[in-house]
């Protein structure tokens, strides 16, 4: 017997929000819908949410809160107009949208929130990197990919690893096919920031250092030197040695040290734990300029 929406949506209140969405979200993503009788996109959204509902099998459930009985719940979550679809992960709520959206968008919202069935492989691959078998993380999330064509994720893994082995024109190639539609923005600018100080080059960093030892205006060496710096994770020194070329010959080689300084910042953006070191060469830079 084919499933119907019934079988993966149902009422909330207030009394049951705890078990039947907090509790169940951490099974399974838990979609809410916030909705009342008079609503006119609600009664647009709802059908949609109940077929993607029956459509999916299980893979969410559906919550529908009739918002009027329920203000309390409405308040506690923000709700401000209506529908207000609200996403529930381990017992957090991860995401939103509000307003009746065509049913791509809808199905898009929902695709966002479920594992994707590559997610063991890319995991094992992910380990495999960390014990320092590229070969076999590459090969890993190259059948991740298969697995789900659409996870974002594996290929974004699959070009920093790429990067990270040298393979830069495959990780070019797999960076220009992706471009377009991934959604993670912010990772997607930060590995083109890091193909791009790979694909500079560094050199011998013992040698390079030497060069700008017998010659301080060295300022090719100190571009090389930055960038095998960068390439190799080691930041704050890449960073002064940039800030140096600026300080020097701010329009050298056509502000080739501001610039790849702003490369640095952008492909340490997503990491967090590089935003003090950021902020400081912010700073720095800015007042070496004016």
Known sequence: MNASSHDYSYEVSVADFPRKVLETSRKVPVVVDFWAD?????????????????????RFILAKVNSDENQELAQRYGV??????????????????????????VRQFIDGLIPSPAEPLRREALAASGRGDADAARKLLAQAIKVDPRND????????????????DEAKEVLDAVRSRCRDKERLRALEARLQLASAGGGDTS???????????DLDARLQLANGLAVAHDYRPAMEQLLEIVRRDRNWNDEAGRKTMLTLFTLLAPQPQYDDLVREFRVALSRTLN
């Open 153 to 168: 994720q594996s290929y974004l893994d699959y070009i920093e690893l790429s990067i990270e082995t040298g393979a830069l």
């Open 80 to 105: 401000r107009g209506i529908p207000a679809v609200k996403a529930f992960v381990d017992g957090e709520m991860v995401d939103e949208f509000t307003g009746a959206l065509p049913e791509s968008q």
């Open 38 to 58: 008079w609503c006119q996109p609600c009664r647009i959204l709802k059908p949609i949410l109940e077929k993607l509902a029956a459509e999916y099998g299980g």
């Open 207 to 217: 040698a390079l250092a030497a060069r700008i030892a017998a010659d301080a205006n």
